[in-house]
């Protein structure tokens, strides 16, 4: 008998779709497990379990989305796929709040076809990053590249460090922060560490530079989740130099969020080869003299 699984979390691996979009499936009875058994989210099968379940994904929705000619700092473009170097203020997709101006509506200018595996909201996105946190993310263009793309996000083969300015002296050279992330209660527009409940989230660290009153980081995430390296460095007391929401001491310091993913990684869906990119990096990281 194999380990037992989460029913969304093997949807989402197994067919290139997000957490969200798997639990949607189930919800909408997409799923079908001729056991019998009432099936949620949070349901615990086997391999040999998992294998009875029929899963069927919707039609693509054509995009209602405006394509709009914004500029796009290109790294690496082909068939499949497109890394950007997303700036800071561009939020990826169209949200409340943000129903255009988006990552989104730049790519469907640029590219005439996108994915479609996450809904017609989110087209061609595999991951993301928060509106002010500049760097490199990769966009699928078709289907098949979203799915292998997102199996290695799933799997965690895929590289992606950051670069991040803590305030204060951070005194272990390397560390790990472990703490599960959930809504604020005081703050719904926050995400806080909470002690029960919540998601899991993995973020390690390694000191590069030290100096008087901040740390050079490198960062890398074993989770991805909202706002994580920005949540977990406030959580030991040393918040992100610039951030607006985990730092009230930002004004004083830096108005812009130092954070940036700069490198990374992944095995191209059509070559099988790994390839690997390095963002430009911003003023403030190039001011630590550290590159």
């Known amino acids: 008998m194999t380990e037992?699984?989460?029913?969304?979390?093997?949807?989402?691996?197994?067919?290139?779709?997000?957490?969200?979009?798997?639990?949607?499936?189930i919800d909408r009875g997409l799923v079908v497990w001729p056991a019998g058994k009432k099936l949620k989210n949070s349901l615990l099968l086997t391999a040999e379990e998992f294998a009875q379940c029929r899963v069927t994904l919707p039609?693509?929705?054509?995009?209602?989305?405006?394509?709009?000619?914004?500029?796009?700092?290109?790294?690496?473009?082909?068939?499949?796929?497109?890394?950007?170097?997303?700036?800071?203020?561009?939020?990826?997709?169209?949200?409340?709040?943000?129903?255009?101006?988006?990552?989104?509506?730049?790519?469907l200018y640029h590219c005439r076809d996108l994915s479609g595996i996450?809904?017609?909201e989110r087209p061609g996105i595999v991951h993301r990053l928060d509106k002010n946190t500049e760097g490199l993310l990769v966009a699928a263009k078709h289907d098949a590249a979203h799915k292998f793309l997102s199996k290695q996000f799933e799997k965690h083969t895929i590289t992606r460090k950051y670069l991040a300015l803590a305030a204060g002296n951070i005194v272990k050279d390397h560390g790990v922060i472990s703490g599960n992330?959930?809504?604020?209660?005081?703050?719904?527009?926050?995400?806080?560490?909470?002690?029960?409940?919540?998601?899991?989230?993995?973020?390690?660290?390694?000191?590069?530079?030290?100096?008087?009153?901040?740390?050079?980081?490198?960062?890398?995430?074993?989770?991805?989740?909202?706002?994580?390296?920005?949540?977990?460095?406030?959580?030991?007391?040393?918040?992100?130099?610039?951030?607006?929401?985990?730092?009230?001491?930002?004004?004083?310091?830096?108005?812009?969020?130092?954070?940036?993913?700069?490198?990374?990684?992944?095995?191209?869906?059509?070559t099988k080869k790994y390839m690997e990119f390095d963002a430009e990096l911003p003023k403030w990281a190039k001011k630590t003299e550290h590159f």
């Open 4 to 25: 037992a699984q989460r029913l969304d979390k093997w949807i989402g691996q197994n067919y290139g779709v997000s957490r969200t979009l798997a639990a949607s499936l």
């Open 59 to 107: 039609p693509v929705e054509k995009t209602k989305l405006q394509a709009q000619n914004i500029p796009l700092k290109i790294i690496y473009e082909d068939a499949d796929l497109i890394v950007i170097h997303k700036p800071v203020g561009l939020v990826v997709h169209p949200a409340c709040g943000n129903p255009d101006n988006t990552l989104v509506n730049a790519l």
């Open 118 to 120: 996450n809904g017609r």
């Open 181 to 270: 992330l959930s809504r604020s209660r005081q703050d719904r527009k926050k995400i806080a560490v909470v002690s029960s409940g919540g998601k899991k989230a993995v973020t390690h660290y390694k000191v590069l530079k030290r100096f008087n009153s901040m740390t050079l980081l490198e960062v890398e995430l074993e989770t991805g989740r909202t706002h994580q390296i920005r949540v977990h460095l406030a959580y030991i007391g040393h918040p992100l130099i610039g951030d607006p929401v985990y730092n009230a001491d930002y004004r004083q310091k830096n108005t812009q969020q130092c954070l940036i993913a700069y490198r990374l990684g992944f095995i191209h869906p059509q």
